[in-house]
């Protein structure tokens, strides 16, 4: 090429430098990242965002030694990333603590890319504050510490009630039983003949031991669903055969509050389902029947419905239930609140514990009252219990 030419090339070359130098500073300048360059350690451009961030002026910072910003402790962080910006790479992202005007330390995560400007190598820095983010991963990371020790004195906690309940089980069980079995003797006249004032005594003695007892094993046992530990067993029976059983412990003590106990029930149903269980849960149904009617009648109601479901309803013509108490009747440890039901004693989880049950044997429960008029209850479960449907409902019950 002819140096005249290569004269007109030249100028053409610088006018295109500057152009693109001019385009670069311009997008630095308004980026909403802090951007610096800096030349052998030391800031020789600097755009508004990086000012932002540090605190400091431009004429603060250029010519300055650019490790000077940086917490004492990370610099070497920050050396080894500038050498791996000197043999031609681009550094990955990296986090480090930056000393501002004000003495404040602030997070910053920054890349590094080797460059030339004006003629000369130097270091381009992408520099952004992630301080509040930090501080965020600060508060999470201490939170997850105060859950972790949380949660690893609920696990004590629950080892500590499960042994209780083991030792309690035992301790509660064995007297009571004795109460109830030797009563059962006098009133059978195994001991010798009694009154009739005595039957009347004894009975009641029976029925309330056999009454707390029922309530021991009740929290015993939700004790068990709550941990997912119920084992079920299945057996074919006879729903005619349970309700005959339930009505006959509950008739000594509806009797004397002349409550009368009858049921309506189509011989003949049977049932693949834990036998235990169902009585269990009729026997908490006709429970709280009796004990909120003094004077009237129970009555138990079963039919099948299709697609082979039981359903059983436990109507009562006692006290009833207001509106507004609805809603907690089948919460742990609640009780209806009202003058008629103060005097009746009980733990609240009976019906807790019927609709666990319930649940778990693969139905559901309903109730539906009038105050002042009565109460009912209605349960369906299916005639023939799967073992899938257990697993499924164990699970279920264990996320809850």
Known sequence: MSEKGASKILPLVITERKQAEQLYRTLATSSPVGVYIAQEGKF???NPQFQKYTGFTEDELLGRDSLSLVHPEDREVVRENAIEMLKGKRSSPYEFRVIDKGGETIWAIETVT??????????????MDVTERKR????????????????IRLQ???????IFLASMSHELRTPLN???????LILEGMVGEINEEQRIQLTLVKCSADHLLSLINDVFDISKIEAGKVEFSLEEFRLNDVIEEVVESFSPIANLKSTEI?????????????????????????SNAVKFTEQGSVKIVGRVLRDDILEISVIDTGIGIRKEDMNRLFMPFQQVDTSLTKKHEGTGLGLHLTKKIVTLLGGNISAKSEYGKGSEF?????????EVQKN???ASSRGQ
């Open 156 to 162: 004590e906690m629950d080892r500590l009630k499960s």
């Open 262 to 286: 009858f049921e309506e029930m189509p011989k003949g149903i049977t049932l693949f389902s834990d036998r235990r269980r169902v009585k269990q849960v009729l026997m908490n149904l006709i």
């Open 378 to 386: 209605t349960f369906t479960i299916p005639l023939q219990y799967v």
């Open 44 to 46: 020789v451009f600097i």
């Open 114 to 127: 080797s460059i030339h400007y004006k003629g000369e190598r130097a270091a381009l820095g992408n520099f």
């Open 392 to 394: 499924e409902k164990s």
């Open 178 to 184: 004795s109460i109830i079995g030797f009563t059962s």
């Open 136 to 151: 965020m991963e600060a508060k999470l990371e201490q939170k997850t510490i105060e859950l972790e020790q949380v949660n």
